[in-house]
């Protein structure tokens, strides 16, 4: 049987950089080894070269099934030279190297062949899907075609690999990205006075905005954040710019309504700003005090010394769109990772934290069969 880490490695060799993503040969590699190993796959396409796919290991029961998901797609390299090939899946030290070791190629495998390794209890039980995406990284471009293109199914409760050092994470922030447009007059720039600055628009938008709050703080989540990541505006240095637009990054919180906050926003800016919706993916967070959650919980706390607390992260996952669409079961973000690995230079995943993944994964599984 392939081991977690040849499979890991066999992941890491394919380049799915996103944008442009590119993810259908390692989709498609990855489709094939999982119909030589028994699972029933379907492959969806959302563009050229853009794939997602749906995996089932039925059961015998009829009893939900658990669910894994995780996305094939990483981020760019960035501008830092590697040491490590970053499609090369090199080991040194106790280290996988490569881009989306972390994020989240060696949680996939780890789900994968933990799966393969409790296949009778999977059988013989309530069964699993595995949901694997393209073009998360971009706002869950793939998560979002899946749903318009497949007939999602009916599961118990959904894991999803992002890296969390094998901690149990139940919930995350959600992202509201809106475009914020100001529209002018054009005029010679040694005329200004024929035109209407758009950037003095923008300027005074962004005074508006950077007192701005998207909300009261939640218990667990704490407070929501603004950023406007980018800005754009003019021709040329003797023109008077007759259009600028800036980008405004929010994570929010679930007891924060992105309706609202973008209606709240628009009438601060006022008439002179047109404001568009670019991503709108919800917070998700989970009970703490569900069964499933709290055996979750039993199953990683001997991996950790000290007792586990309920914990987010702030950044979002594919959970935003296919909770909804699976009926909002129960969800844990749990994965080998190192969050701070992620996006990275010279990212790498602990051959130990695979191990321990595999491990823990196999008892949920085993934990979801025997459940009635």
Same mark, same amino acid.
């Given at each position: 049987?392939?081991?977690?880490?040849?499979?890991?490695?066999?992941?890491?060799?394919?380049?799915?950089?996103?944008?442009?993503?590119?993810?259908?040969?390692?989709?498609?590699?990855?489709?094939?080894?999982?119909?030589?190993?028994?699972?029933?796959?379907?492959?969806?396409?959302?563009?050229?070269?853009?794939?997602?796919?749906?995996?089932?290991?039925?059961?015998?029961?009829?009893?939900?099934?658990?669910?894994?998901?995780?996305?094939?797609?990483?981020?760019?390299?960035?501008?830092?030279?590697?040491?490590?090939?970053?499609?090369?899946?090199?080991?040194?030290? $106790?280290? +996988?190297?490569? %881009?989306?070791?972390?994020?989240? !190629?060696? &949680?996939?495998? @780890?789900?994968?062949?933990?799966?393969?390794?409790?296949?009778?209890?999977?059988?013989?039980?309530?069964?699993?899907?595995?949901?694997?995406?393209?073009?998360?990284?971009?706002?869950?471009?793939?998560?979002?075609?899946?749903?318009?293109?497949?007939?999602?199914?009916?599961?118990?409760?959904?894991?999803?690999?992002?890296?969390?050092?094998?901690?149990?994470?139940?919930?995350?922030? $959600?992202? +509201?990205?809106? %475009?914020?447009?100001?529209?002018? !007059?054009? &005029?010679?720039? @040694?005329?200004?006075?024929?035109?209407?600055?758009?950037?003095?628009?923008?300027?005074?938008?962004?005074?508006?905005?950077?007192?701005?709050?998207?909300?009261?703080?939640?218990?667990?989540?704490?407070?929501?954040?603004?950023?406007?990541?980018?800005?754009?505006?003019?021709?040329?240095?003797?023109?008077?710019?007759?259009?600028?637009?800036?980008?405004?990054?929010?994570?929010?919180?679930?007891? +924060?309504?992105?309706?609202?906050?973008?209606?709240?926003?628009?009438?601060?800016?006022?008439?002179?700003?047109?404001?568009?919706?670019?991503?709108?993916?919800?917070?998700?967070?989970?009970?703490?005090?569900?069964?499933?959650?709290?055996?979750?919980?039993?199953?990683?706390?001997?991996?950790?010394?000290?007792?586990?607390?309920?914990?987010?992260?702030?950044?979002?996952?594919?959970?935003?769109?296919?909770?909804?669409?699976?009926?909002?079961?129960?969800?844990?973000?749990?994965?080998?990772?190192?969050?701070?690995?992620?996006?990275?230079?010279?990212?790498?995943?602990?051959?130990?934290?695979?191990?321990?993944?595999?491990?823990?994964?196999?008892?949920?599984?085993?934990?979801?069969?025997?459940?009635?």
């Amino acid at each position: 049987m392939t081991t977690t880490l040849e499979l890991a490695r066999q992941l890491l060799g394919f380049n799915t950089i996103n944008p442009p993503g590119n993810e259908v040969d390692c989709m498609q590699f990855f489709a094939d080894w999982l119909r030589e190993s028994g699972f029933e796959v379907s492959l969806s396409s959302f563009g050229e070269g853009r794939c997602n796919l749906i995996a089932r290991l039925p059961g015998a029961t009829t009893g939900k099934p658990l669910a894994f998901t995780g996305h094939l797609d990483t981020v760019p390299l960035g501008n830092a030279q590697w040491q490590y090939d970053p499609f090369g899946s090199q080991m040194d030290d $106790g280290r +996988l190297y490569g %881009r989306g070791a972390s994020d989240m !190629k060696a &949680a996939i495998a @780890a789900f994968a062949i933990a799966c393969l390794r409790q296949r009778k209890d999977i059988i013989a039980g309530h069964g699993v899907v595995l949901l694997i995406t393209g073009g998360e990284e971009t706002g869950c471009d793939g998560a979002r075609a899946l749903i318009e293109s497949e007939t999602m199914p009916a599961i118990g409760a959904l894991i999803v690999g992002e890296p969390t050092a094998n901690y149990p994470v139940i919930g995350h922030k $959600g992202a +509201l990205w809106l %475009r914020c447009e100001t529209r002018g !007059k054009t &005029a010679h720039g @040694a005329m200004p006075e024929l035109g209407i600055n758009a950037i003095y628009l923008a300027a005074d938008a962004l005074g508006k905005i950077q007192h701005f709050s998207p909300g009261a703080p939640h218990p667990l989540m704490k407070q929501p954040t603004l950023n406007v990541g980018r800005i754009e505006g003019g021709l040329n240095i003797n023109s008077v710019p007759d259009h600028t637009r800036f980008d405004v990054d929010i994570r929010s919180t679930p007891n +924060l309504q992105h309706a609202t906050i973008r209606q709240q926003l628009t009438t601060l800016l006022g008439k002179s700003v047109t404001v568009s919706t670019l991503i709108d993916l919800p917070a998700v967070l989970s009970e703490e005090d569900s069964v499933w959650i709290k055996q979750v919980y039993q199953r990683c706390q001997p991996l950790h010394e000290k007792p586990l607390q309920p914990r987010v992260v702030p950044y979002f996952t594919d959970a935003s769109l296919l909770l909804p669409a699976l009926g909002n079961p129960p969800c844990i973000i749990l994965g080998p990772g190192e969050p701070s690995m992620a996006h990275q230079t010279d990212e790498y995943c602990l051959l130990s934290r695979i191990d321990e993944a595999e491990q823990l994964y196999g008892e949920i599984i085993r934990d979801w069969m025997c459940s009635t």
